[in-house]
């Protein structure tokens, strides 16, 4: 079965930088544009970034600049480069493959605070 599987979270101070990572299984990888999406406490899930499959990329306004997605198609990997991050960038952020209704990871704790 498919699935999606983010690392990379934690604690960092406001300006700091963090890489998140989302691992994918059971799945052709290549084929599928991913997203990040985020949910901060009390608010609902939002989009953060899309990468399609041959790597064109879009963001959120409220990252654009600042967040950078990826992919390596030869580890199955999506990857989101936070940086300059802010108190307002905390939240709980999922992967998301877009096949079929749409896979959705666990999702990775980011808090951002001093």
């Known amino acids: 079965q498919v699935q999606l599987v983010e690392s990379g979270g934690g604690l960092v101070q406001p300006g700091g930088s963090l890489r998140l990572s989302c691992a994918a299984s059971g799945t052709i990888f290549s084929i599928y544009s991913m997203d990040w999406y985020r949910q901060a406490p009390g608010k609902q899930r939002e989009w953060v970034a899309t990468?399609?499959?041959?790597?064109?990329?879009i963001y959120a306004n409220s990252v654009k600049g600042r967040f950078t997605i990826s992919r390596d198609t030869a580890k199955n990997t999506v990857y989101l480069q936070m940086n300059t991050l802010k108190p307002e960038d905390t939240a709980v952020y999922y992967c998301?493959?877009?096949?079929?209704?749409?896979?959705w990871g666990q999702g990775t704790q980011v808090t951002v605070s001093s």
């Open positions: 990468i399609s499959s041959g790597g064109s990329t």
């Open positions: 998301r493959l877009n096949r079929d209704q749409g896979y």
